[in-house]
């Protein structure tokens, strides 16, 4: 399995504001996803980050407000932008294993806008 | 649309004895599923998974169940231990079809007494 680290862990940000998370994997990986967990609620997929392409948005996510950096096959960058207080939520990002299609994820980064 | 579902948002079980969590999916295409476990504060980690062409998988304490027919997944914990609790989800996707996309469930707190 691969090891994930995000940055940051959490954070606390105002109304208005932009956070970029950044997300390093310990092996080159194709595929990685964003993800959004919000209070009480399941983890919903944002979009899928392949290199060398634009990322994937599912229904509900654009690229003005989640922009995706996906510069080498160890790293990503999300960044929610022009935050408000429906943005507060856990971010993950994920990558594929090497089986079946297991997907491994970092630790989160918990963000709330106030 | 909620393509899977986890109707019990809470479970509480005795040490030693069995948990059984259940999940509900209506996309017939799924021929994959798997369940994770998260710890506050951390991302999920993935427990075991099940292909669309077995109806059981075993992983030491953890089997997992799937009845296509009706669309139903259950995840057995024997024996139950105390760390063990946490939140489990379970998840979908299509990864024969090239897309490693996740479905997740709403998550079952599971909390295991001493």
């Known amino acids: 399995s691969a090891v994930i680290s995000q940055k940051p862990s959490r954070d606390i940000c105002q109304r208005g504001t932009s956070l970029t998370i950044q997300c390093q994997v310990d092996s080159q990986v194709t595929m990685m996803f964003w993800y959004r967990q919000q209070p009480g609620q399941s983890l919903t997929l944002i979009a899928t980050a392949n290199q060398g392409s634009e990322a994937t948005y599912e229904s509900g996510f654009v690229i003005d407000k989640f922009p995706i950096s996906r510069p080498n096959l160890t790293f990503s960058t999300l960044t929610v932008s022009n935050m408000s207080p429906e943005d507060s939520s856990i971010y993950l990002c994920?990558?594929?294993?090497?089986?079946?299609?297991?997907?491994?994820f970092g630790p989160g980064t918990r963000l709330t806008v106030t | 649309d909620q393509q899977v579902k986890q109707n019990s948002p809470s479970l509480s079980v005795q040490e030693g004895r069995i948990s059984i969590l259940n999940c509900d999916y209506t996309?017939?295409?799924?021929?994959?599923f798997l369940w994770y476990k998260k710890y506050p504060a951390e991302g999920p980690t993935f427990l075991i998974s099940i292909s669309s062409i077995k109806d059981k998988n075993e992983d030491g304490r953890f089997t997992v169940f799937l009845n296509k027919s009706a669309k139903h997944l259950s995840l057995h914990i024997v024996p139950s231990q105390p760390g063990d609790s946490a939140v489990y989800f379970c998840a979908a996707s299509r990864p024969t079809s090239g897309t490693y996309k996740y479905i997740f469930g709403t998550g079952t707190r599971l909390k295991v007494l001493a």
């Open positions: 994920s990558v594929v294993g090497a089986g079946l299609g297991e997907q491994y």
């Open positions: 996309n017939s295409m799924f021929d994959y």
